[in-house]
């Protein structure tokens, strides 16, 4: 059956329109909204007591230097209850854990029940007015938590994340982190400055106790959750680059199975949080421009590729070669030589994240428990 003429055209040219103001539209709205902003964060030095909470499974390799990590930090040490979830670890973990434990670390067991059932037994036993959120990969700056805190000075905020900043072999700053990342780095430092972020670095952020709730037991995004207690309750999740926690570079297999659970964990969050589109909540737009168009994205593209079919001659022959062209960088990005790579790496990264959105929408169909399991990292540690 042959299509309406003017159908393919209009569906071909909306969806151009989509990926355009995703893309380029909505961060220049963002930079200029940014610049008008006169909503600045109170920051001062005020010691409160802080529970830190640290999740994690099978971590044997690398929970000793985490723990070193927290107990080298600038904060007075009467004021830190450090509390350590192991959740159904079959390694040396818990053993590991408990070498801590004359340094006022406690060890908590549980059966194998999940990152959020993990985190729930932690806030149920913290004492502190803060909680701070970490994971056991990540190495913690020094002054991370005292900068973290120092943000509490403020009565308006509620939650506040730190910066991750992923090293080379060499322990510096990787500049091959490629143009996504600092993309996402200079699109939340503006959203902070407007009001407030729609979520968190896992591996480092702090909120106040009355504000937390228990997630739900399949939670695959705690670290946005979490956050959006407190910022329904009519307070910011802020961003502090001062804060830092410190890691390397995995490998884009592994990378690929995080952003398919954090896209997937986008869809849980709707569900959990249907006030999200509406009227409820001062940052729609951004919400709705920054997470939600990034899961329609991959649907706006396989649209245009299917509808360039239908334009005249020669225009059709020259949007598909120009896919054809896209794609195809992509897909040789891994073989092509380094001065290549400057313009096909950031377009396998483009796909990458379009494919792991795509893949994210299965969770309308598979229990969230999938997306805690990937073909390459079956038993990985809570990071």
Not at 124 to 146: N, Y
Not at 172 to 197: A, F, H, M, T
Request: proline share 7%.
């Amino acid at each position: 059956m042959r299509a309406p003429k003017n159908v393919p055209l209009t569906i071909l040219l909306a969806a151009v329109a989509f990926v355009l103001y995703t893309l380029f539209g909505y961060p220049l709205v963002l930079a200029l909204l940014a610049r008008r902003s006169r909503n600045p964060i109170l920051r001062e030095w005020q010691p409160r007591r802080v529970s830190i909470l640290l999740p994690v499974r099978n971590g044997e390799d690398l929970i000793r230097a985490k723990l070193r990590s927290i107990l080298a930090l600038d904060y007075p040490s009467d004021l830190i209850e450090i509390l350590v979830a192991s959740d159904g670890s079959t390694d040396g973990t818990e053993a590991a854990v408990r070498e801590f434990e004359e340094c006022g670390v406690r060890l908590f067991t549980i059966p194998p029940s999940g990152k959020a059932v993990a985190l729930n037994t932690l806030m149920d036993q913290a004492g502190g007015e803060i909680l701070f959120f970490t994971d056991v990969r990540q190495k913690l700056a020094p002054d991370s938590l005292r900068n973290l805190i120092a943000n509490f000075a403020d009565p308006s905020v509620g939650v506040v994340s730190g910066e991750l900043v992923i090293l080379d072999t060499e322990g510096r700053e990787d500049d091959r982190v490629g143009l996504y990342w600092q993309y996402e780095k200079w699109l939340r430092k503006r959203l902070s400055r407007i009001d407030s972020l729609p979520g968190a670095t896992g591996c480092i952020y702090a909120m106040r106790r009355e504000l937390a709730g228990p997630l739900p037991p399949d939670c695959l995004l705690d670290d946005v959750y979490l956050p959006m207690t407190a910022f329904f309750r009519g307070r910011r999740l802020v961003l502090d680059e001062t804060a830092k926690a410190y890691d390397t570079a995995t490998s884009h297999e592994t990378e690929f199975w995080r952003k398919v659970r954090t896209q997937a964990g986008v869809y849980q969050l709707l569900g959990s949080f249907p006030q999200l589109l509406g009227s409820q909540n001062r940052m729609w737009i951004h919400f709705v421009s920054h997470k939600l168009a990034r899961l329609l994205l991959p649907f706006a593209l396989l649209a245009i590729a299917v509808t360039s079919f239908w334009l005249p001659a020669p225009w059709a022959m020259l949007a598909l070669l120009a896919q054809a062209a896209f794609y195809g960088a992509a897909l040789a990005d891994p073989w092509l030589p380094s001065w290549l790579r400057r313009i096909s790496s950031p377009i396998r990264t483009f796909v990458t994240m379009m494919a792991a959105a795509l893949c994210a929408s299965s969770i309308l169909f598979l229990p969230a428990s999938t997306f805690w399991t990937s073909p390459t990292a079956v038993s990985r540690p809570h990071a």
